[in-house]
């Protein structure tokens, strides 16, 4: 979730803390209690510390917190929960189970303190609206578009005046600056402004956790011209085959063979459905994809 440059106070032991240097060790009782590494709780592995707070909002890592108040049972609520295969609580995978992480990483960002599905009924679910579009992808979109300006233009407005953009720096820092400062991460350094390409890559990456889970990348990474390479990598997460004894093991990362990836140039577009090409003889099929016939 972060690129290594947003957590504040880092600490030396544990690395970057986002996992391109990878540690061992779990939080201990005894660093919870001083609130070392918080808000990671005891058994946690270190690779999950210091990572900026979107990660821990939005992100379900092994023995992540969950608060469950709408449970009818106290005992049932405020909820340490661990993805171990030998794990019932986790729904950890094993011969019984046909559902459990693949990845052994999960989704909390729309999970409220109070939700919880208990008896498999919605009504403790608390109703969430769905915005057709987030303020905060318009802001990026508007840093993101500034940012490829080369020269400026004028733009006439509504009012018989007129507007010039350029690729201004504290135009660019108006879309992100509330994005990063609701995220309670710093501002990107002045080196990083000064260059179009490093911008443009920094701009991917808080979109791709800004973003997370909200079903924007699959058109981010057409539009970027990305999707041939990052569509086609192999999906990496926790080994979930393992459990809390190989715990070392569980925390190592191995590709996903289960989640399959690929991309073909056909997958630019998306398939006309069959019955509309029935219905409109003049409609073509895209590139790539079937008739029924």
């Given at each position: 979730m972060n690129d290594g440059t947003d957590a504040p106070g880092k600490d030396k032991e544990i690395g970057r803390g986002n996992g391109s240097e990878r540690v061992s060790g779990y939080v201990?009782?005894?660093?919870?209690?001083?609130?070392k590494y918080r808000p990671l709780r005891p058994g946690v592995s270190l690779q999950y510390a210091n990572r900026e707070p979107r990660f821990y909002a939005s992100v379900a890592y092994n023995g992540s917190?969950?608060?469950?108040?709408?449970?009818?049972?106290?005992?049932?609520?405020?909820?340490?929960?661990?993805y171990y295969r030998d794990d019932d609580k986790g729904n950890g995978f094993n011969s019984s189970n046909a559902y459990w992480l693949r990845t052994g990483i999960g989704m909390k960002k729309y999970v409220h303190e109070n939700d919880t599905y208990e008896g498999g009924s919605a009504a403790r679910v608390v109703s969430k609206a769905e915005p057709a579009i987030r303020y905060a992808d318009i802001l990026l979109v508007y840093a993101e578009a500034l940012n490829e300006l080369d020269?400026?233009?004028?733009?006439?407005?509504w009012k018989g005046?007129?507007?010039t953009i350029n690729r201004d720096i504290s135009q660019i820092q108006r879309g992100i600056h509330p994005v990063r400062i609701r995220g309670g991460v710093p501002d990107y350094p002045a080196s990083v402004y000064a260059s179009k390409d490093e911008l443009r890559k920094r701009l991917k990456r808080e979109r791709f956790i800004e973003l997370m889970g909200e079903g924007q990348r699959y058109y981010d990474l057409r539009r970027w011209m990305d999707a041939p390479v990052e569509e086609a990598l192999p999906i990496y997460g926790c080994n979930v085959l393992m459990?809390?004894?190989?715990r070392d093991l569980f925390h190592q990362p191995v590709a996903i063979w289960t989640l399959k990836t690929t991309f073909a140039d056909k997958m630019w577009f998306w398939p006309i459905g069959h019955e509309e090409l029935k219905r409109n003889k003049r409609l073509t099929q895209n590139p790539g994809w079937t008739y029924n016939d």
């Amino acid at each position: 979730m972060n690129d290594g440059t947003d957590a504040p106070g880092k600490d030396k032991e544990i690395g970057r803390g986002n996992g391109s240097e990878r540690v061992s060790g779990y939080v201990s009782e005894a660093d919870y209690e001083v609130g070392k590494y918080r808000p990671l709780r005891p058994g946690v592995s270190l690779q999950y510390a210091n990572r900026e707070p979107r990660f821990y909002a939005s992100v379900a890592y092994n023995g992540s917190f969950w608060t469950l108040l709408n449970e009818t049972q106290e005992r049932n609520r405020n909820q340490q929960v661990f993805y171990y295969r030998d794990d019932d609580k986790g729904n950890g995978f094993n011969s019984s189970n046909a559902y459990w992480l693949r990845t052994g990483i999960g989704m909390k960002k729309y999970v409220h303190e109070n939700d919880t599905y208990e008896g498999g009924s919605a009504a403790r679910v608390v109703s969430k609206a769905e915005p057709a579009i987030r303020y905060a992808d318009i802001l990026l979109v508007y840093a993101e578009a500034l940012n490829e300006l080369d020269g400026s233009y004028s733009i006439p407005s509504w009012k018989g005046t007129a507007y010039t953009i350029n690729r201004d720096i504290s135009q660019i820092q108006r879309g992100i600056h509330p994005v990063r400062i609701r995220g309670g991460v710093p501002d990107y350094p002045a080196s990083v402004y000064a260059s179009k390409d490093e911008l443009r890559k920094r701009l991917k990456r808080e979109r791709f956790i800004e973003l997370m889970g909200e079903g924007q990348r699959y058109y981010d990474l057409r539009r970027w011209m990305d999707a041939p390479v990052e569509e086609a990598l192999p999906i990496y997460g926790c080994n979930v085959l393992m459990g809390r004894q190989e715990r070392d093991l569980f925390h190592q990362p191995v590709a996903i063979w289960t989640l399959k990836t690929t991309f073909a140039d056909k997958m630019w577009f998306w398939p006309i459905g069959h019955e509309e090409l029935k219905r409109n003889k003049r409609l073509t099929q895209n590139p790539g994809w079937t008739y029924n016939d």
